[in-house]
């Protein structure tokens, strides 16, 4: 945020996904973003459709990010620069000859522009997930920030602005001052106040003027309403990341000009580390060298992209692998919801098929009515070919002359790609497919999985999917809900409320309820599928006690399919279903549920699941993130949990932590949404597949333990009386899973010693400390008298004095593996003289609290798992424990 001035293996490895090597030039049409001879090429800016047209917006932004191309030359020494920038326009949006799209989509860009605003109002912010050094997932600006030229009094030009975002966007650095904790005392025993550098002038401020700094501590506490002016001029170099506003600043602070000391998310996430120290590790810097001479880079050129006709086509496999393990009745099951359901109006889209062969099964039709939709159901393949080789070039060369019909190219067209074969000959289609402009999803069924699919999709921008050959596995039809427009227009996109499947023996009954809350209900669609022949018994109660039956639904035979669309919007409540299987053998009965938004004034609450990366080897951990929200707000009380579907093994549910163990806050904290009294009663609902990742080298069963607890990096020291007390988050045994076996907390009077040299510090008795379970907030509390009566801390004379202790933690699981030393915390001890007998330094401890909260959001976890499907389940109610998510 930019500051204004003011367990365990689940199943063995089976199949190695191998990258293939491409010339420079090849990678680089599907790179998006990169960074080439000090230039960046392809930065996407995109604009939310619900954002008004102005003619001054455009050429705002534009001014920014050639500003900031020259302002972030200068503060990397000659490093990097912007080159080219494409600016994707709403298709709302009607003055101007923009560009069609290829692969450009609002889900992909880089900075975002909405009208959407948060408790801050329109600052700046970038959203950070992934930790220190690590890249963030987007930018975001209002469009107020960019045309109210007012606001740069307080941020800074918005080129400024930009470059402390892009640091953090880009290299995974944080701020440098902190609203709350404004001052300090440092190990001087001094107030400081919260910079980088601490050459960086101003005065005292209390409440009826200048005063000295010693002024703002009243009972060993800072006064309320002291504050720190900075001076308008300044001779202070830097830093950006501090603020950016002062014109003399125009580097980040390095290990010279650092301020270890300062109470910041710098120092909290990258241990101690300079912001100059994070970027020079970069690949950027890693892989480029500064430019020669004196001469400025050119200025960065715009390109302006729109959206045209939305156009997709499904590519299907109907190799006679379709035929096994009913992989045809669920593509045929997941195909027609999406044509029914989840494709938007005035979509276009076409069909193919392929086996060894392709074949163009529907050209583009556009959907206007029920009737385009059904008209299209009726395209979808009945029946696999004899052969079981696939070609899925040959597919997708048919998809091409399909989607090429409408405008003669396949520029900003999506292909949804299906298959179960293996196609050693995938790479021969990769230039074309990329050249082509089109973004294509790939949707890999069974075991025998494609071994160059996945890489396609990464090279067109597109999703991948994995889905396991299991009955009751619903994970099709969650791959084809995830596919949208990728407009970010919320309102008129399709949102999954329900995805189950249970196998039902006979006479059996499936049952559930789902919530449906009052910022959905639009468009409502619950569907019903089953495996054997005839349809199960259906009921269906609405929150008034309305009643469904299979009679009100609309029936597919063929497909073994029911839906029922909701006439208007369905009432918000608790929706209760039962279905009976009267068939006399078991089957797989799965229930879907979707909506839309109930009204263009309230966003809905979604949720956003994806992987850090698309594979990682054993032993490596891999993280799995879920964004909770309502439009840029995160939502409260909520659980979430991921459904991990393996290859053959059972599913493994995992619950997610936002509980500081592994995970990154938004840099941005935007005020938390409540859940309205309509929620309150009835809890909410939200579905959203996360993709599928692979995991490499697994060893086979039995495997030693090689997975410490998480790093703690929220570990806080507060003082209280003649106590401090420690606060921070449980990791677990394994990462952030099960329970550690024990603490060790260290205290040393110098940062640079626990830093550096935590094995020597004094360490605390913490034997009667014992961890909890992964995800709680622990409290422990000790005697400051027991620290500060030491020789080495004892005042000269009868005065009083302030001392800086500073304290750290690590976890140790039942091996003794033990993690990574936390984020260091300190406190101030006011020191009075005492004669009392010095202890021995393991017996520092009086007694440890602690207290159990539950909480949401992130998980660091190893996931030892072949080919996975990861959905992301997030449900709230009355009864859940209050949790944070952001």
């Known amino acids: 945020m930019t500051h204004r001035d003011s367990e365990g293996p689940v199943c063995s490895l089976k199949f190695v996904t191998l990258l293939v090597a491409l010339s420079p030039e090849f990678l680089f049409l599907g790179a998006g973003l990169q960074l080439r001879d000090n230039g960046y090429d392809g930065l996407l800016v995109a604009v939310n459709p619900q954002v008004s047209e102005d003619q001054n917006l455009i050429p705002n932004i534009k001014e920014m990010i050639t500003e900031a191309s020259f302002y972030l030359f200068n503060a990397t020494k000659r490093r990097v620069f912007f080159r080219n920038v494409k600016i994707l326009i709403p298709a709302t949006w009607k ?64 080129g400024r602005v930009f470059v402390h975002e892009w640091a953090h966007f880009r290299w995974g650095v944080f701020d440098e001052y902190n609203n709350e904790k404004p001052f300090y005392i440092n190990g001087q025993s001094q107030i400081e106040v919260t910079r980088c550098s601490s050459d960086i002038a101003g005065i005292f401020v209390c409440e009826k003027g200048p005063c000295p700094q010693e002024n703002c501590i009243i009972s060993k506490i800072f006064q309320e309403g002291c504050m720190f002016i900075y001076n308008s001029t300044q001779n202070a170099t830097s830093s950006i990341m501090f603020m950016q506003s002062l014109s003399s600043v125009v580097e980040f602070c390095n290990a010279s000009t650092h301020n270890q000391e300062a109470p910041n998310k710098q120092n909290q996430m990258c241990s101690l580390r300079s912001v100059w120290d994070i970027i020079t590790d970069s690949d950027d810097f890693s892989n480029s060298l500064p430019m020669n001479g004196t001469e400025l880079p050119p200025p960065p050129t715009f390109s302006l ?72 159901v009726s395209y979808l393949p009945v029946t696999v070919s004899a052969e079981a080789e696939t070609s899925v070039c040959s597919g997708l060369k048919k998809g091409f002359e399909v989607v090429e019909k409408l405008n003669g190219k396949a520029f900003g067209s999506v292909m949804i790609l299906v298959t179960s074969g293996d196609d050693e000959h995938i790479t021969n289609c990769f230039l074309t497919a990329l050249s082509s402009g089109s973004t294509i999803h790939t949707i890999a069924l069974g075991s025998s999985t494609v071994k160059n699919l996945e890489e396609l999709s990464h090279l067109t921008g597109g999703l991948k999917f994995f889905v396991p050959d299991k009955s009751n596995s619903n994970s099709m039809i969650d791959a084809f809900s995830r596919i949208s427009s990728g407009t970010g227009d919320i309102f008129q996109q399709h949102i999954q409320l329900e995805s189950t499947g249970e196998n039902v023996k006979p006479q059996h009954q499936l049952k559930n309820t789902v919530p449906v809350d009052d910022s959905v209900g639009n468009d409502t669609t619950f569907l019903v599928t089953w495996q054997t022949s005839g349809p199960p018994e259906l009921v269906l109660f609405d929150p008034n006690g309305r009643k469904y039956n299979m009679d009100d639904f609309i029936i597919n035979l063929a497909f073994r399919t029911a839906h029922l669309r909701i006439p208007g919007t369905a009432k918000p409540g608790l929706w209760t279903y039962t279905l009976n299987n009267t068939h006399h053998s078991p089957q797989a009965l799965k229930v879907t549920v979707t909506s839309r938004a109930s009204r263009s004034a309230m966003p809905p609450a979604t949720v956003e699941a994806f992987v850090e990366r698309d594979s990682t080897h054993f032993p490596h951990p891999l993280m799995i993130y879920a964004i909770v929200r309502r439009g840029f707000y995160p939502v409260l009380n909520a659980t979430v949990t991921a459904t991990i579907e393996p290859e053959t093994a059972d599913p493994v549910m995992l619950k997610l932590f936002d509980d500081g163990a592994g995970n990154i806050q938004m840099n941005a904290p935007r005020k938390p949404v409540g859940r309205s009294e309509e929620e309150q009663k009835w809890g909410f609902s939200r579905i959203s597949s996360g993709g599928s990742f692979s995991v490499l080298g697994v060893p086979a069963d039995p495997h030693p333990d090689v997975f410490p607890p998480c790093k703690i990096i929220d570990l806080e020291a507060v003082k209280e009386e003649e106590e401090v007390i420690l606060s921070w988050t449980a990791p677990g045994e394994d990462l952030d899973q099960g329970q550690a076996n024990s603490y060790e907390i260290r205290v040393s009077k110098s940062l640079q010693n626990i830093q550096d040299d935590f094995n020597n510090a004094i360490l605390v008795n913490t034997s009667k400390l014992n961890p909890q379970q992964a995800g709680t907030k622990e409290i422990f509390k000790f005697s400051s008298e ?101």
């Open 95 to 158: 003055a101007g000859n923009y560009s069609k799209v290829k692969q450009e989509s609002y889900e992909k860009a880089n900075v975002i522009v909405t009208d959407w605003y948060g408790a801050h109002g329109d600052d700046p912010y970038t959203l950070q997930y992934r930790g220190c050094g690590k890249e963030g997932k987007y930018i975001h600006f209002t469009s107020e920030f960019l045309l109210n030229d007012g606001l740069t009094a307080g941020y800074g030009s918005r």
């Open 305 to 376: 992209v729109q959206a045209g006709d939305r156009v997709v086509c499904l590519v299907l496999d109907v190799s006679s692998k379709m035929a096994e393990a009913d992989r045809l009745l669920q593509l045929q099951q997941a195909a027609e919801f999406y044509l029914m359901q989840i494709a938007e109006i005035h979509t276009f889209v076409g069909i193919a098929s392929f086996h060894s062969k392709g074949e163009i099964r529907a050209q583009l039709h556009q959907i206007n009515n029920d009737d385009d939709r059904k008209l299209l």
């Open 786 to 886: 027991l620290f500060t009566n030491r020789p080495e801390y004892q005042p000269d004379g009868e005065a009083q004095k302030s001392h800086r202790i500073y304290m750290a933690i690590r976890a140790v699981d039942r091996n003794s593996l033990k993690s990574a030393v936390s984020n260091i915390a300190q406190a101030s001890l006011l020191i009075l003289p005492n004669s009392s007998p010095v202890l021995d330094r393991d017996d520092l401890i009086l007694k440890g609290v602690l207290t159990a909260i539950g909480i949401i959001g992130i998980i660091c976890l190893t996931i030892v798992v072949t080919h996975c499907v990861l959905n992301r389940k997030k449900r709230a109610g009355k009864k859940e424990n209050e949790t944070k998510l952001l």
